[in-house]
């Protein structure tokens, strides 16, 4: 139990894959009745990803990991 335990936090400890997992979520969401939530957590994790990827931000985040 603590090696899956220790293996999903350990997936979710990179912030990249976290905006990934929500864009995922948004998608799905959109295919429901929640479409304006899914809509906003995917645009959030558009916007999360760019932040991350095209500005210094995301090196920042990752250097305690």
Do not use: D, Q
Request: net charge positive.
């Amino acid at each position: 139990m603590f090696f899956v335990l220790a293996k999903t936090v350990g997936f979710f400890s990179a912030p990249s894959n976290v905006l990934m997992t929500l864009g995922l979520i948004g998608l799905l969401l959109m295919a429901t009745r929640f479409v304006r939530a899914g809509r906003r957590l995917a645009v959030i994790a558009v916007i999360g990803l760019a932040v991350c990827g095209l500005t210094p931000f995301g090196n920042a985040i990752i250097l305690p990991l």
